[in-house]
């Protein structure tokens, strides 16, 4: 008897957090995805020199984590042979849109003490991490026109421990492509 109350209960345990479970299992799937366009006419041999334009400083995040964005940027465009300069040929701009993604995690821990008695307690655990979408734009300062521009969309955790690390792996793999 209490073998089929425990199939019903397994059963009933399956088919409510199915669909949860493979949620999670899909979204720990999901990684970050680049991807960047480029003015073919733009000859970007000729530009030497960066900076970055006004709009980076408005950028929708924290004053560490701009800097921090700030940095991988100009790590990159130094790896690229370009020069910080105050009279720059490329302007860099960057933004962020982002917004909350909640997850959870249902865990069962059940037993037996009797014959057909027993007991079960189910925690859930409610995860949250951002969908972000980061863009960098290079702009032609003498032209006025954007020639370059770098998307990374995903999931980031916000964990403070690894948040540096991530910011700079994403600014690398956007950059990742850059025709120079």
Known sequence: ???????AMRNKFLFAFLPVILLIIVAGCTGI???????????FAKYK???????????????????????A????????????STTPD???????????KYSANANTNSFMYMRGFGNSNTY????????????IDLIDVPQKRMVWEGIA???????????????N???QMIFRDFPR
């Not at 008897?1 to 199939?7: A, E, G, S, T, V």
């Not at 334009?53 to 700030?70: A, Q, Y």
């Not at 940027?73 to 910080?84: D, T, V």
């Open 49 to 71: 020199t960066f900076n970055f334009s006004k709009e980076v400083d408005k950028v929708t995040l924290n004053d560490l984590n701009r800097r921090r964005l700030k940095d």
């Open 153 to 167: 969309q995903g999931l980031v955790n916000p964990r403070t421990d690894t948040r540096e690390e991530k910011l």
């Open 169 to 171: 792996t994403i600014v």
């Open 124 to 135: 859930v655990d409610v995860n949250k991490s951002i969908e972000g979408t980061l863009f």
């Open 1 to 7: 008897m209490y073998n089929l109350i425990f199939k």
């Open 90 to 100: 490329l302007l860099v701009n960057a933004f962020v849109k982002g917004q909350a």
């Open 73 to 84: 940027i100009s790590h990159e465009m130094e790896a690229k042979g370009y020069q910080l």
């Open 33 to 43: 995805r680049v991807s960047t366009d480029f003015d073919r006419k733009a000859d």
